[in-house]
């Protein structure tokens, strides 16, 4: 089924072409690892998964983001939460609103309101 492989490796490189080295690396790693793929096509597949780890190192950015913007946003959300609370909300819908824990909304909870 040489046909299969070719139609992989046809697919990896209209993805590389594209931009998208995420799908296009899973594809040829794929490839690599198919039972009906020739040393040559293996071989391919080798490099271009090289070719996709370097194309995505030179696009991810430099400097990983130094702080979760939730710890940053507590003192907001501890207002926001006792708003909230003050507004008649029950514990459950300001989860849902604010996107923060039980644990964290009961620690700033000014009334100990109960948990419905």
Known sequence: ??????ALITLAQCN???GFYRRAL???QEISTHF???KEQCRLAWDKISACHLQLQMNSPAVAPVHDSRKQNVERDKLKIQQLL????SIKEIQHLTGRS???I???NPRNKTIH
């Open 102 to 104: 039980i644990a964290f």
């Open 26 to 28: 899973c594809i040829w």
């Open 16 to 18: 590389e072409s594209k």
């Open 86 to 89: 003050a507004q008649g909300h």
């Open 36 to 38: 009906d793929a020739t």
């Open 106 to 108: 009961y620690k700033y």
């Open 1 to 6: 089924m040489t046909a299969e492989v070719n």
